[in-house]
């Protein structure tokens, strides 16, 4: 994306269920087109201000969309953390913290690192688990008791002391993807890289051509590429998506951060918008 997305293009966005409610409604898409709220192509964009979460909007399963249940999503020294110490046990309460402007073509640059122990009541596969969903549905098309947006998942782990356990690999709530010329229906897929232990800070960055390419990276080293993401129509919620947006495939959406039980930390979200 070479500029701020047009209010007809909003438009479009809002019928294929990804565009995000803020708090102006209708009056804010109107007023998009005049409003210069992010970078020109080349230049990075702090998503998260370090600050305080403006221009993000929580969903956080079994409660509707912009209630922050628990306090799950906080910012406190400068850093946005997932923080369960307000909740009795996880409950299967998945969470996700969705940035309040749809992209197509971009770098994503997160850091982040977990700590502590997980929520009690936490699945065994989400300890030191956590990601960043991308070319998302709006918080708005997910029913209450939604546990995942449909979305392509730079799945984050954390290695457990010892063995290996890659990160940024690929997880695929409600759509699919295309690897080396075939289509890839399988939930995960690892990529390359190095396991992670502690509670060190990882940069994971990935590359996203809309529909054409996605590049995960870490240290500048790609550790998983692959093409064409798009919805499952085997999934009915991702099959409805598709009907409304008139195509399966994915050519941009929202970005959100994931909770999902065990305690994380970013203390850098940016975006670089590339040309298309």
């Known amino acids: 994306m070479t500029r701020t997305v047009s209010s007809a293009a909003w438009l479009l966005l809002g019928l294929a269920g990804l565009i995000v409610p803020s708090a102006s409604g209708q009056e804010a898409a109107a007023k998009e087109d005049a409003k210069e709220p992010a970078a020109d192509a080349g230049e990075w964009i702090q998503l ?5 979460l403006d221009g993000w909007t929580p ?24 923080a369960y110490d307000k909740y ?3 409950g299967e309460r998945f969470g996700h913290l969705f940035y309040n402007e749809p992209f197509s073509n971009y770098i994503l ?5 977990f700590v502590g122990e997980q929520c009690p009541g936490g699945p065994g596969w989400a300890i030191r688990n956590s990601g960043a969903m991308l070319h998302g549905e709006s918080p708005a098309t997910m029913a209450v008791d939604q546990d995942f947006p449909a979305s392509i998942e ?21 759509t699919n ?23 060190q800070w990882v940069t994971a960055e990935i590359e996203v051509r809309g529909n054409k390419v996605m ?5 500048g080293k790609t550790v998983l590429e692959y093409n064409e993401p798009q919805l499952d129509e085997r999934d009915a919620h991702a099959k409805e998506l598709a009907a409304k947006a008139g195509t399966k ?3 941009g959406g929202t970005i959100s951060l994931q909770s999902e039980s065990h305690p994380i930390e970013f203390r850098k979200v940016e975006l670089k918008k590339l040309a298309e």
Do not use: W
Not at 157 to 171: F, V
């Open 154 to 174: 730079v799945q984050f782990l954390g290695g457990s002391g010892s063995g290996k356990r890659t990160t940024c690999n690929l997880c695929t709530p409600g």
């Open 59 to 82: 969903k956080i399963r079994y409660s509707p969309a912009g209630e922050n249940y628990g306090n799950t999503f906080r910012v406190e020294d400068g850093v946005l953390k997932v």
């Open 109 to 113: 640059r997160v850091e982040y690192r």
């Open 177 to 199: 993807v295309v690897m080396n010329g075939k289509l890839i229906t399988q939930h995960c897929t690892s990529s390359t890289s190095e396991t992670y232990h502690g509670d």
């Open 249 to 251: 495939q994915l050519s």
């Open 48 to 52: 998260f201000n370090g600050k305080n």
């Open 215 to 219: 590049r995960h990276k870490i240290d």
């Open 88 to 90: 009795d046990k996880f």
